[in-house]
């Protein structure tokens, strides 16, 4: 509120430069709060994306099962260890594939995994889940938001920086004016 009044004050030790400074910072702050609608509708247009992607995925895409066709290979020596093996696995049409994967550092040869495919039998990442959609939808909107904020905060210091330039060459100037006067 303080702001406001700032912005309002037409009393004599309120200097111009406050008013421009406090109208644009409301200004900034009006404009964040407005963008909030299109936010959201930033966020519900990646939502709806994200369920037609979802739902094209999980048409196209099935789990399958592999069969490792060598001993996993460890490939980090990190807690929760990675590890890659050779896997093949046969299309509903007979089609078999190969190649290599993450699999579970406790796999052997000949065991089997899931593993994702697309309808044309080759490897692919599992459909989006509604989680991984909304988690999408949730960061396109609140990107939206801190896009927009970011904007006006910067858009508030360059129009800060002009006004505090401006009263730096005023204070120049008066003091230049009494520097005579005073004689400093």
Known sequence: MQVVRLALNRGPLCRRSDRVEATALLTAILLSLAAIPLSALAGTAMGERARTVAVEQSTDRRATLATLLEDPEITSLLPGQAASATVTWTTPTGVEHQAAIEVPPTARLGDEVNVWT?????????PLTSAQVEARAAAAAVGAQLAAMV???????GV????????YQAWDKEWASISPVLGT
Do not use: D, H, K, Y
């Open 118 to 126: 697309s309808s044309r039998g080759n490897l692919a990442t599992p």
């Open 151 to 157: 904007l006006m905060w910067i858009a508030f210091v």
């Open 160 to 167: 800060r920086r002009g006004i505090n330039r401006r009263r």
